[in-house]
């Protein structure tokens, strides 16, 4: 199992500000991934952090809205960039974790930062 | 494409069955469920590969039917701790540890 530490759990920001959050592991894993949850909504895939290259961003979400590092194989910081009121919502972290059956893995996650926009 | 899952909702009494569909248009490698309650992180429940096993889980199992395109939770002598809102996320091949989650099903479950 994984262990995930995000920070802030809660913020609530100004329009035009921007906001790292920032997901610590308790082990080193390769595959790392931010997701965006809004109030009551499904799980929708941000992207994938890489280590030690640039972020893989899925349809929608783009580098500049939505910086990503991941410096080490154990932390990971998610950047909302010019926030405005659409993008409060809460951002999960979250890591796979092999289970053994082939080219499967488990998704552990983070309690989510919760962010507003005001 | 996201998979859709139905009832949105369904509310139980202690001790009765609830089944959570979840269907796609695209050809599926692997469907996950998973459950979250209220303010908390979604919680793994189990996978599901291509091929139309069935695996269990305490009093809650799954099938896959791979023709179909359509996987089935099953939840039997619910719980209350059973409340909260069930996803499935399917992805579609094999080492595509991405996934894609249906809109939840939300369930209640009132003594």
């Known amino acids: 199992s994984a262990v995930i530490s995000q920070k802030p759990s809660r913020d609530i920001c100004q329009r035009g500000t921007s906001l790292t959050i920032q997901c610590q592991v308790d082990?080193?894993?390769?595959?790392m991934f931010w997701y965006r949850q809004q109030p009551g909504q499904s799980l929708t895939l941000i992207a994938t952090?890489?280590?030690?290259?640039?972020?893989?961003?899925e349809s929608g979400f783009v580098i500049d809205k939505f910086p990503i590092s991941r410096p080490n194989l154990t932390f990971s910081t998610l950047t909302v960039s010019n926030m405005s009121p659409e993008d409060s919502s809460i951002y999960l972290c979250?890591?796979?974790?092999?289970?053994?059956?082939?080219?499967?893995?488990?998704?552990?996650f983070g309690e989510g930062s919760r962010l507003t926009v005001l | 494409q996201q998979p859709v899952q139905s009832p949105q909702a369904v509310i139980l009494r202690e001790g009765e069955d609830a089944v959570i569909n979840c269907s796609s248009s695209?050809?599926?490698?692997?469907v996950h469920w998973y459950r979250q309650k209220h303010g908390e992180a979604p919680v793994f429940l189990m996978i599901?590969?291509?091929?139309?096993e069935q695996k269990g889980h305490e009093k809650i199992s799954a099938s896959f039917n791979e023709k179909k395109q359509q996987s089935s939770l099953y939840l039997t002598a619910s719980q209350l701790s059973y409340s909260g809102t069930y996803f499935c996320?399917?992805?579609?091949?094999?080492?595509?540890?991405?996934?894609?989650f249906g809109k939840g099903t939300k369930l209640s479950v009132i003594p």
């Open positions: 979250s890591v796979a974790l092999p289970t053994g059956v082939m080219g499967t893995g488990e998704l552990f």
């Open positions: 082990s080193q894993v390769t595959m």
């Open positions: 952090a890489n280590q030690g290259s640039e972020a893989t961003y």
């Open positions: 695209k050809a599926l490698y692997s």
């Open positions: 599901l590969l291509k091929g139309g």
């Open positions: 996320g399917t992805s579609s091949g094999a080492g595509s540890y991405q996934l894609t």
